[in-house]
């Protein structure tokens, strides 16, 4: 849909829309929020116009935008807000989804992630849907009120993104008294998003969860990235430390994501680029499993952008050189095979996770064709063999941090 014009269609598409009523808010909080929000559009109305005709439909429109709105990404997955888009709206929720929707301004669009025959279901995402099965049906219910039962949750906590590292009463005497200190004060484990059980692991288990989700959730809000850092290798800190966390399990997989960026931000390229490869190796692939998931697509694209930047800075006086790239070049590493491999694969990739005319696929192909004419035809055919074996290397910087 065309932010600048609605057509009599979608008007009337929006008409459709099925509306959260009072009754299904639960929470006190919730229901006060709810009318909060009917008495303020309702009051904003009457400014304008007192007699205006949609003021008796306006709490139909906010029930509407509660059952309906999604969260908005850009196609590089930045949260911008929200949207009430009738066709997305249509679309009911699966934690194994077969479409996905992006926002590429002024478009929304949704694209799929497996094949879908003429008459079958389309089913996006509502939620993180790599997140553990408690959480995500507690964030279902509290936001959308309903009970998942697809496919992935019919697994409960069999599914692979419950999985932890150890047998949950392995957890070391440290960490569970730890936890029962902090529920003293915090109640992590009354949270229905932390629950994974009654035994006493498994709420031990729901408060270092719950703290590493709290201790999250508000440093994307940060913006001294001095403070975010620190606050991010804390969390990293709980899941190795404490001996639990596989590093595919969220949030730690997600920290991980943001730290590198954060450091790329601070121009520490080389830490970053090993957090990248990581996730580039061992985690996306595991949590993603299709090559053209938008979400892998946006982190191979990142890791491509930041081997070139980190590859063409010793020739750019605008840039400082990073000490950790400095050794990297003494030590004879050639970026080239990386990137060009990467933004290869890549450049098939983008067009099925994000469309031939997106912002993003143009940004990729771009890219991709100004290091190919840096390399050179003659010299491309040595650079996909790789005689010295550069991709192996690339390949254990995987292996280099925690
Ligand atoms: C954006 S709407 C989706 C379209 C919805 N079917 C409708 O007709 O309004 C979101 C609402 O649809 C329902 N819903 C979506 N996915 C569901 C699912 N997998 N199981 C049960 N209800 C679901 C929930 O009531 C939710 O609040």
Redesign the pocket.
């Known amino acids: 849909m065309n932010s600048d014009s609605v057509s009599e269609e979608e008007k009337a598409g929006m008409h459709r829309?099925?509306a959260?009523d009072p009754s299904t808010l639960a929470k006190p909080q919730d229901l006060m929020q709810y009318e909060m929000t009917i008495a303020s559009a309702s009051d904003l109305l009457a400014r304008i116009n007192p007699d205006h005709p949609e003021m008796s439909r306006i709490p139909k429109y906010v029930g509407q935008i509660l059952?309906?709105s999604?969260t908005l990404i850009t196609p590089t997955l930045d949260p911008i807000g929200v949207a009430t888009d009738p066709l997305a709206?249509?679309?009911?929720?699966?934690c194994e989804p077969n479409a996905s929707v992006l926002f590429d301004a002024p478009k929304l669009t949704m694209r799929s992630l497996a094949p879908i025959k003429k008459g079958e279901e389309v089913?996006i995402s509502?939620v993180d849907n790599t997140d553990p099965f408690y959480r995500r049906q507690a964030l279902l219910r509290l936001r959308?009120?309903?009970?998942?039962?697809?496919s992935k949750c019919q697994l409960g906590i069999d599914g692979r993104e419950n999985a932890w590292a150890k047998p949950l009463e392995n957890l070391a005497p440290k960490w569970a008294s730890l936890a029962r200190d902090m529920d003293s004060t915090e109640n992590y484990s009354a949270g229905p998003e932390n629950y994974l059980g009654e035994s006493k692991a498994e709420v031990d288990m729901s408060i270092l969860q719950g703290s590493v989700y709290h201790d999250y959730e508000p440093i994307r809000q940060q913006k001294d990235n001095n403070l975010a850092i620190e606050a991010l290798e804390k969390i990293m800190r709980t899941c190795k430390q404490s001996e639990m966390w596989p590093i595919t399990r969220q949030p730690y997989a997600n920290v991980r994501v943001d730290i590198a960026s954060r450091m790329l931000d601070q121009n520490r390229v080389a830490l970053a680029l090993f957090q990248m490869a990581k996730t580039y190796f061992l985690i996306d692939p595991i949590l993603y499993p299709q090559d053209f998931h938008p979400v892998r697509v946006v982190h191979t694209w990142n890791l491509a952008k930041t081997l070139v930047q980190a590859y063409s800075s010793p020739n750019d006086p605008s840039q400082t050189v990073d000490p950790g790239v400095e050794q990297l070049f003494q030590r004879g590493f050639d970026f080239v095979v990386p990137v060009w491999k990467l933004l290869k694969k890549l450049s098939v990739d983008v067009v099925k996770s994000h469309g031939a005319r997106s912002r993003l696929t143009f940004m990729v192909h771009t890219l991709t064709e100004q290091v190919k004419d840096g390399i050179g035809m003659q010299n491309l055919v040595q650079i996909e063999r790789d005689p010295l074996g550069m991709w192996r290397e690339f390949e254990k910087w995987a292996h280099y941090l925690e």
């Open positions: 829309l099925e959260h059952r309906n999604l709206c249509s679309a009911n929720h699966s089913f509502y959308y009120r309903f009970e998942c039962k697809c």
